[in-house]
């Protein structure tokens, strides 16, 4: 397993510190507070933002999500309660695929090659009917394939293929799933 996308250096403007101020206070003011049940509201405000949201997406009120304007959420996704999505890089979430609560989507990291420890970045893709389960970290530059499980508390910082079950710090492969799956 390798990782898909390269890292690259990121230099914040001001003009993006400006917007997630303006972010930071939406999110804790009107989406934060919104009841649970409030999906289409949280959809709105993200879309506000920039956000690429489709129809019947499932972000959760206690959801983290560091820039809106990076985020893709495809048909019918989900970001469970308190899942952080730390989206300096662009980060998608697949048609019915699911980001379990205390989940970590960690688009950046920095060089510690370089003394100056500069900020790198690379997207995270979760392919459709994919589930990222319970408290699992996912690193800059990762794609989760098609149907494809993460076990509760792993750690996954390189590709995973397709239609597998893996879990563990760093994850392995402990198993693989049906292509058949739901259409709801």
Known sequence: MT???PLERLQ???ANKLARLLWGIVWATLYRCSPRICHAWR?????CFGAKIGTGAHPYPSAKIWAPWNLTMEPHSCLADTVDCYCVA????GAYATVSQYSYL???SHDFRDATMPLVVA???VEAHAWVAA???VGPGVRIGEGSIVGARSTVLHDVPGWVVVAGSPV???GERSRLVSRR
């Open 3 to 5: 990782r898909s996308f």
């Open 12 to 14: 914040l403007t001001r």
């Open 43 to 47: 959809c709105f405000l993200l879309r």
């Open 90 to 93: 662009p980060i998608t979430i």
């Open 106 to 108: 960690c688009a950046a």
């Open 123 to 125: 997207p995270i893709v």
């Open 135 to 137: 408290d699992v970290f």
């Open 172 to 174: 392995r492969q402990i």
